[in-house]
């Protein structure tokens, strides 16, 4: 065999679970077409979201849904001509965000999201990135005061049953945390567990830079094929045939090219985002503000004021869409000080999600030496380095440092 072991994918996910692999003697290989850190992982809101203790779910009130369906809203989206084949995803997420089933997914999610700060912190001080990390956490601001005094509550109510720090800001406090804001908000949750990082791409590409430092491969191929080899199993690329004992699949959402010739139908689907960075005006911004109501983030990062739109529901492979994030630029003009645009065009990237808020995590059922490791949703920047440790612990038959059965790829059997 060429190696003990090959991860397929370089973004937060795949890099986390081949450093954690090459940690326990396995000589493993990282491979991705692109170099790491490229795609999902490139573009987001850039924080490692330690108080996201409950998972986004499907919006069950009748007024959320009417103003989805109308279609004109920054937080969600969707491309008419996805519907049909997104329906049956659509009604399977919706039942699991009752709120029963909600509450579970967020009591089977937490000892992941528990975790995550303390094993990003290994990873962060190993790989010698603790520049692109500050520990100022989030405002999630409101315009109106009814918005802001609902939500100030919830927020109190969810920081006390788990533990989390917090700080409640009126209108006064929250212009003088922030002098760049304009005025327009009631005020703001300031989150102070997350961690904000200035460049996500650049924080993977540092993981992976430490993962070849201990002695890990690192592979710009496309994987074309899978297929079983005797005991082990023969990856395809253009380049040549690489043989591993085992693989892992981390290929986030485009993991289904791989595990559907392999007869799995797991109901992974994906929820598009974009981004754009702007020159910051004035004094710019000290913290990521969430916009809730106008359904955007914007955040202070490396190349200037990101703006980070909410979902579009659409086939991952479908045209980009700008429209919400020109809406959303439209919105957060007056308020936030963002000058020209910096990209020559937006970004746009694809969040792998699964309809139970949880991920694939563990053993391919039907096949031996076979891994899973996608579907984080919006958190797969945060998840990476403890489901990459979990995964290894699982491999190596290790004791978990938690039961991995709740996201066991067999749920989807």
């Keep these: 065999m060429d190696f003990d072991i090959i991860v397929l994918g370089a973004g937060m996910i795949g890099v986390s679970s081949a450093i954690a692999l090459q940690q326990r003697g396995l000589r493993v290989a990282l491979l991705d077409r692109r170099a790491p850190g490229e795609e999902t992982s490139h573009g987001n809101a850039g924080l490692l979201e330690r108080a996201a203790v409950v998972p986004y779910g499907f919006p069950r009130d009748l007024a959320s849904v009417l103003r989805i369906g109308r279609n004109r809203s920054t937080d969600v989206r969707y491309q008419p001509s996805s519907l049909l084949q997104s329906t049956p995803w659509l009604w399977r997420y919706f039942r699991a965000s009752a709120p029963h089933r909600l509450a579970?997914?967020?009591?089977?999610?937490?000892?992941?999201?528990?975790?995550?700060?303390?094993?990003?912190?290994?990873?962060?001080?190993a790989a010698n990135v603790r520049d692109l990390c500050s520990d100022d956490g989030l405002y999630e601001a409101y315009r109106t005061e009814a918005g802001f005094a609902a939500e100030a509550a919830n927020a109190r109510r969810i920081a006390a049953e788990h533990g989390l720090q917090l700080q409640i800001l009126d209108a006064t406090q929250l212009r003088a945390a922030e002098p760049g804001l304009g005025e327009g908000f009631a005020g703001a949750v300031h989150w102070r567990d997350p961690q904000r990082i200035s460049d996500p791409g650049a924080l993977t590409r540092g993981y992976a830079r430490y993962f070849e430092s201990l002695g890990g491969t690192l592979l710009q191929q496309e994987a074309t094929s899978l297929v079983p080899d005797g005991s082990g199993w023969r990856i395809g690329t253009k380049q040549g045939t690489l043989r591993a004992a085992q693989v892992v699949v981390a290929m986030g959402p485009w993991s289904d090219d791989i595990f559907q010739p392999l007869g799995y139908r797991i109901p992974l689907q994906t929820k598009r985002g974009y981004h754009m960075h702007y020159q910051p005006l004035g004094p710019g911004l000290n913290y990521t503000v969430a916009d809730v109501e106008g359904g955007f983030v914007?955040?202070?990062?490396?190349?200037?004021?990101?703006?980070?739109?909410?979902?579009?529901?659409?086939?991952?492979?479908?045209?980009?869409?700008?429209?919400?994030?020109?809406?959303?630029?439209?919105?957060?003009?007056?308020?936030?000080?963002?000058?020209?645009?910096?990209?020559?065009?937006?970004?746009?990237?694809?969040?792998?999600?699964?309809?139970?808020?949880?991920?694939?995590?563990?053993?391919?059922?039907?096949?031996?030496?076979?891994?899973?490791?996608?579907?984080?949703?919006?958190?797969?920047?945060?998840?990476?380095?403890?489901?990459?440790?979990?995964?290894a612990q699982v491999i190596c038959g290790e004791t978990p440092f938690t039961d991995p059965a709740p996201y066991a790829p067999a749920r989807f059997l």
């Design 298 to 391: 914007v955040s202070p990062m490396q190349r200037g004021l990101r703006i980070a739109t909410g979902v579009e529901l659409a086939r991952r492979d479908a045209a980009p869409n700008y429209a919400q994030l020109e809406q959303a630029e439209a919105l957060a003009r007056g308020l936030f000080p963002l000058g020209e645009r910096l990209d020559a065009t937006p970004w746009m990237g694809s969040r792998p999600c699964l309809p139970d808020m949880r991920p694939a995590l563990g053993a391919a059922p039907r096949h031996r030496g076979l891994w899973f490791n996608f579907g984080h949703a919006h958190h797969g920047l945060t998840l990476g380095p403890v489901c990459g440790q979990l995964l």
């Design 104 to 125: 579970a997914a967020a009591r089977d999610m937490l000892p992941l999201i528990s975790r995550s700060l303390d094993e990003h912190a290994t990873l962060i001080a």
